[in-house]
């Protein structure tokens, strides 16, 4: 119980009345102590009598108080008022005036609740008095009842049928904006859209011709400011002598529920997003897996033939054809391997500005001349992990694409900058982590992405460009490289505007002094070793093997892991080199490499894959005591890494 009502039951209590509230459709009817006591009952001795009180009445006089009373019941008096006796638990007859109305209507008017009260009339000069008092009572329950709709946080109006206001609570005031006297006396189409009025009119109307139902709608109303606000109306009529008289409507504010509503659907799209670009991801590395195992053999005996053929040789001209389509397929293989997040990454402690000094000279040859190139660094950049590769892969499709979307010139901007990403920031931004980045932005002054467009702008094969100018696989590869390296990248953009790609890498947690970016040095190719190729697809282990041998090597094959421990155990001088790819049906790579390194634990080892699998890499970062090597792979790329693993020390 609040305190109003509270406050209610105590004057209630206190007054010198006999108080009754009746449940008409069961027939309970409940009384006061007082009413009890004038009779001299204990409120407890009533309770037989509570479904049947006329028992109490005297003969004479219960005709007309029944009559009187479904009058009232009709709806065909404003107030129930009587004058009869009563029988005293003594036998003795007492004089009563009972005043009363319903409280309560059906939605088809039928009553439902009735209260008032009984004055015990010892003189009956004394009635007028009586009446008084019974209708200072009834005012001060008008009171309470006043305080409670005051005390409460809804937008509560009362207007009539003709639709003006003549009664607005506090909450409603501060609701509007307007004043008392703004509204009182005004149409209530003074604070509802047009649009909303034919709503209310039909609603007028039912009422007009008896239906005095509640309404429950949500709808705006306007406030003093023109501001429009979404409000949850409960409308209940008010019915006096079995018409509806009045109107009255409980406002709620909706606006925080709204904001919630749009909140959670916003979440929901954030979601539905990124679990469409994962499952794209899975995708693309599962077809770029069984591609790369294809184009491998292609590649490399492409390579081959190219070697064996003199340039004037007729045949020289198709062998390199060959070469070039495997080598653009190759590309795209990669693309769709990092977009699914399944290329091996060569992690190191870099600093982005080195990355992109080093980086800004091919740019600047690669640019068109109407293209303007500024390269803002921030001093005492964060360090950060990171493949020096796949970061220039980054920045070479982010210009490129800022190149194309200034056809007629303009300026690329290439930025640098520590930012710490909050909370707020994370809540905004679905997969974003609160802490610390290195910040990466490319901006142009071109053409624009539309807010259609963005939300599609990282998935593959998606373009905006002319057929024929884009594979749509450039910003995808560009997501992928970034979320391999637990980072996040959003784009800024409004047409005619221009664009701002942000990719945010988290800083290094150690700051220890990273070794400066240089070239590789060229290194032998050549060498005399014995090296064991483990390979289930044939064509892939025989031109292993072909390679091999043209650089000077002796090659052992076998298809399967088994085979390996077989041919391992058999030598009497173990080889130099174990290469072996990572799935294979019997035993895998790492498992197999643990299993030969315990017999012999001087033998190196080179691990290749379609693609990077959980048993070398960790969440798609190689481990660092690991040798690996992408399919497909050129003569000089397989060549060169062979090489560099004898060579370790």
């Given amino acids: 119980m609040d305190k109003h009502e509270e406050r209610l039951t105590l004057a209630l209590e206190s007054a010198d009345i006999g108080i009754w509230d009746w449940d008409i459709p069961t027939g309970h009817i409940v009384f006061n102590e007082h009413w009890a006591q004038m009779l001299g009952y204990q409120l407890s001795e009533i309770e037989p009598h509570m479904r049947g009180w006329e028992q109490l009445l005297h003969p004479e006089d219960a005709p007309h108080v029944i009559e009187a009373l479904n009058a009232h019941l009709r709806g065909e008096t404003k107030t129930y008022t009587a004058e009869y ?10 004089w009563t005036l009972a005043v009363g109305r319903v409280a309560t209507r059906g939605a088809a008017g039928d ?17 007028e008095i009586e009446r008084e008092q019974t209708a200072a009572a009834l005012r001060q329950n008008e009171e309470q009842y006043r305080l409670l709709a005051e005390s409460t946080a809804d937008f509560i109006i009362v207007h009539g049928l003709d639709g003006n206001i003549v009664y607005i609570n506090s909450a409603g005031l501060r609701f509007s904006g307007y004043s008392v006297e703004d509204l009182i006396g005004c149409s209530i189409a003074k604070i509802i859209p047009p649009e909303e009025l034919a709503g209310m009119y039909e609603r007028k109307a039912q009422r007009q011709a008896g239906n005095a139902r509640q309404y429950l709608y949500e709808t705006t109303f306007i406030n003093a400011s023109g501001q429009y606000i979404p409000v949850e109306i409960q409308s209940v009529p008010i019915v006096r002598e079995g018409r509806v008289d009045q109107i009255m409507l409980v406002a709620r504010d909706m606006r925080k529920r709204k904001q919630a509503e749009q909140e959670r659907l916003r979440l929901e799209e954030q979601l539905q997003q990124v679990q469409k670009m994962e499952a794209l991801g899975r995708l693309a590395g599962g077809v770029a897996h069984d591609l790369n195992n294809l184009l491998t053999p292609i590649l490399s005996y492409s390579d081959l033939l190219l070697d064996d053929l003199a340039r004037d040789n007729p045949h020289y001209d198709w062998a390199n054809a060959i070469l070039q389509a495997s080598l653009s397929a190759r590309d795209l293989v990669h693309q769709l391997l990092a977009f699914g997040r399944k ?5 190191r402690l870099v600093n982005l500005n080195d990355v992109l000094a080093r980086f800004s000279k091919l740019l600047h040859r690669t640019l068109r001349e109407n293209i303007t190139l500024k390269i803002t660094p921030a001093p005492e950049l964060e360090l950060c992990n990171a493949d020096i590769g796949q970061i220039e ?8 694409n800022a190149q194309d979307a200034m056809a007629h010139g303009g300026v690329l901007t290439i930025e640098t900058a520590n930012v710490i990403l909050d909370e707020a920031y994370a809540s905004q931004h679905k997969g974003a982590v609160p802490g610390r980045y290195v910040m990466l932005g490319v901006s142009d002054t071109g053409s624009g992405i539309d807010k259609a467009a963005q939300a599609y702008i990282f998935e593959p094969f998606f373009t905006t460009k002319e057929q024929g100018r884009g594979t749509g696989l450039g910003l995808s590869t560009v997501y992928g490289i970034v979320k391999q390296h637990h980072g996040n990248i959003w784009v800024y953009s409004e047409p005619g505007e221009g664009a701002t790609f942000k990719v945010y890498i988290p800083a290094a947690q150690s700051v220890a002094a990273t070794t400066p970016i240089s070239d590789p040095e060229p290194v032998a190719l050549q060498g005399q070793e014995t090296i064991i190729v483990v390979e289930d697809d044939n064509m892939v282990r025989q031109l292993i093997k072909d390679i091999l041998i043209r650089q000077g090597y002796t090659v052992l094959l076998a298809a399967s892991g088994a085979e390996c421990v077989k041919i391992l155990r058999e030598l009497h001088q173990p080889p130099h080199l174990l290469i072996t790819d990572v799935v294979m049906p019997d035993i895998n790579g790492k498992d197999l490499r643990d299993k030969v390194i315990a017999e012999r634990p001087n033998l190196k080892v080179l691990f290749m894959s379609g693609y990077t699998d959980n048993v070398i890499a960790r969440h798609g970062i190689l481990e660092g005591d690991v040798n690996f090597i992408q399919k497909p792979f050129s003569i000089k790329g397989l060549a060169a890494k062979v090489r560099a693993v004898l060579d370790q020390v």
């Fill in 85 to 94: 006796r009563l029988r005293c638990k003594s036998g003795d007859w007492l």
């Fill in 111 to 127: 009553p439902l609740r009735a209260c008032g009260t009984h004055q015990f009339i010892n003189d009956r000069e004394q009635v």
């Fill in 343 to 347: 290329q091996a990454l060569e992690m």
């Fill in 393 to 400: 892969q980054v920045i070479m499709n982010l210009t490129m």
